[in-house]
């Protein structure tokens, strides 16, 4: 998971959940009548209150931000796992206002209504927290400034992206040029050893010859394909993240991700560099 990948709608989604967690355990009723020693029971404590109100929106608010920071859009019956999350989020919303608005049900036809318990604090803060809740996963598609990364991009500090990695190999600033292949022109002068031999044919794509590595991050989540022209992505880019160009072919760029995957990126619109 990528938490980098999560933005501003996801963190007030975050601090929805929190906020509703801290209200399933104040009061769900509220009786001014009641001896001072008589506890009122909390939200943990209403079957249809915690089944509709409370778990359903701690389920909503994990399918939001699950679906924001896995690296694949996962998929239950055909629906993303963000569909899902909005609509547990609209439905515990619902079912909040429901049980503030009439706390004790079928109740108050039975007994004298100025004498039945009205919504107890819990209750009020669990709707306070489930419409923010379903507010900002509904919101949070449409409007940009919710769109914007949770955790800020940090600039590259060194020239090296990844220090554990052994130098060799292209891509990375500071590496010798000749490291890519290094040795191969001397292996064929010497087993040549004066015979004519075939030019190599050659490579497809070849790299920019003044190209030089640089950090950029995608404005939006994209796709890295194989080196090979494979169609199946080998990784996928999300925002938030810098990545390292190592090479560019063409109008694309061949891109390594921080767990050392190398992969094509096709399409190169919108990036910010580093």
């Not at 967690?21 to 009548?33: G, V």
């Not at 001072?36 to 929106?57: I, K, Q, T, Y």
């Amino acid at each position: 998971m990528n938490i980098r990948s999560l933005t501003r709608g996801d963190g007030v989604v975050i601090g929805a959940a929190l906020l509703l967690l801290i209200a399933s355990f104040f009061d769900n009723l509220s009786y001014d009548d009641l001896p001072g020693d008589v506890d009122m029971p909390n939200l943990w404590e209403s079957g249809p209150v915690l089944l509709s109100v409370v778990l359903a929106g701690l389920i909503a608010a994990g399918l939001v931000v699950a679906a924001r920071a896995l690296p694949q859009p996962r998929k239950v019956a055909g629906l993303e796992l963000g569909a899902f999350g909005v609509a547990f989020a609209v439905f515990a919303a619902w079912s909040a206002l429901g049980n503030v608005i009439d706390p004790v049900g079928s109740l108050d036809n039975i007994t004298d209504g100025s004498k039945s318990p009205s919504a107890g604090t819990g209750l009020i803060l669990a709707l306070v927290a489930t419409l923010i809740l379903a507010g900002a996963a509904v919101a949070t598609p449409l409007v940009p400034a919710l769109q914007a990364p949770l955790i800020p991009a940090p600039k590259p500090a060194a020239p090296q992206p990844y220090g554990a990695q052994p130098p060799q190999g292209y891509g990375y600033p500071g590496a010798p040029a000749a490291s890519f292949g290094g040795g191969q022109p001397q292996q064929a002068q010497a087993f040549g050893q004066g015979t004519p031999q075939a030019a190599p044919a050659p490579q497809q794509q070849a790299p920019a010859a003044d190209f030089s590595p640089f950090w950029f991050a995608v404005p939006v989540t994209r796709p890295l394909f194989a080196e090979d022209g494979s169609p199946s992505p080998v990784a996928e880019l999300a925002p938030g993240t810098w990545y390292l160009a190592v090479e560019q072919r063409g109008g694309a760029l061949v891109a390594q991700t921080q767990d050392g995957r190398r992969g094509v990126l096709q399409d190169t619109s919108g990036i910010q560099r580093g």
